[in-house]
């Protein structure tokens, strides 16, 4: 899937949309045609993606934007974000569960437990809130999409990112659930891994790496964003946005 849909008219969500990949699915999914509702916790982070979104619209007409600073521990902000959204449009047609955070790497036994909790927080209950906020929103979608990011490291679980792994693989176990329920409807739901990418998070978890080595988030978002037009017919797999390919899942033998 390499051809950017047309998404005119069709409601996206995005969060985590004020830096990285998320601020380029979101831009890139406005000039697409979307209307997107951006949410982050940088207000200005938010505010640049705005002007980008406008100025792409005086030059194409295509594109707007609702702009939402939310911290995703929030969960009753979350709960009234659905509700809004309800109210606003009544439905839902894509949601990019995209924010999340690191914490520390580092030996399991040593993070401290508010670091553990916050990760579990608003990589696993914000990404559960959220799902619970809008599936009802998506199913009244034709073609509802939600793309929910991962990592890597939710498989590999290699020394010293035992929280961000943990996290990652319930988001992933969570989703896989979600697509199982919602089978026999529209929605569909792909959890993306996007490989290492030019991020601040990356530049974090790796500080003595050469970012001139991976690929900037706006190529990588170029690679997400197809997955939220009415083409997409698989569910519950997990799509290498490196490798551009969809990948099953395979219990222990």
């Known amino acids: ?68 600073p939310l911290d995703l521990t929030d969960m009753a902000g979350i709960d009234r974000l659905g509700g809004a959204i309800h109210e606003r449009w009544g439905r839902l047609d894509v949601l990019v569960a995209n924010a999340g955070i690191l914490g520390v790497i580092g030996p399991l036994a040593h993070i401290e437990a508010k670091v553990f909790e916050k990760v579990m927080a608003v990589n696993v209950t914000g990404t559960w809130r959220l799902i619970r906020s809008v599936d009802p929103l998506l199913r ?53 891994n996007p490989g290492a990418t030019r991020t601040a998070m990356r530049a974090q978890a790796m500080p003595g790496e050469d970012p001139a080595t991976l690929p900037d988030p706006s190529e990588i978002a170029a690679r997400i964003v197809p997955l939220a037009g009415a083409a997409l017919a698989e569910t519950g797999l997990i799509f290498d946005a490196r490798a551009q390919v969809f990948q099953r899942y395979r219990m222990p033998a």
Request: proline fraction near 2%; aromatic fraction near 4%; charged fraction near 20%.
């Open 140 to 192: 009244l979608s034709d073609a509802g999409r939600a793309l929910v990011l991962s990592s890597g490291a939710a498989h590999s679980a290699r020394a010293y990112w035992g929280p961000y792994a943990a996290s990652k693989a319930a988001v992933e176990a969570m989703c896989r659930s979600w697509a199982d329920e919602t089978k026999n409807t529209a929605l569909k739901v792909a959890i993306v």
């Open 1 to 68: 899937m390499t051809d950017t849909p047309d998404l005119t008219g069709k409601i996206a969500l995005v969060t985590g949309a004020s830096r990285g990949i998320g601020y380029f699915i979101a831009r890139q999914m406005a000039a697409a045609g979307a209307h997107v509702v951006a949410v982050a916790r940088t207000v200005g982070g938010l505010e640049e993606l705005d002007d980008e979104i406008k100025a792409e619209r005086a030059r194409t007409g295509k594109g707007e934007a609702t702009l939402v």
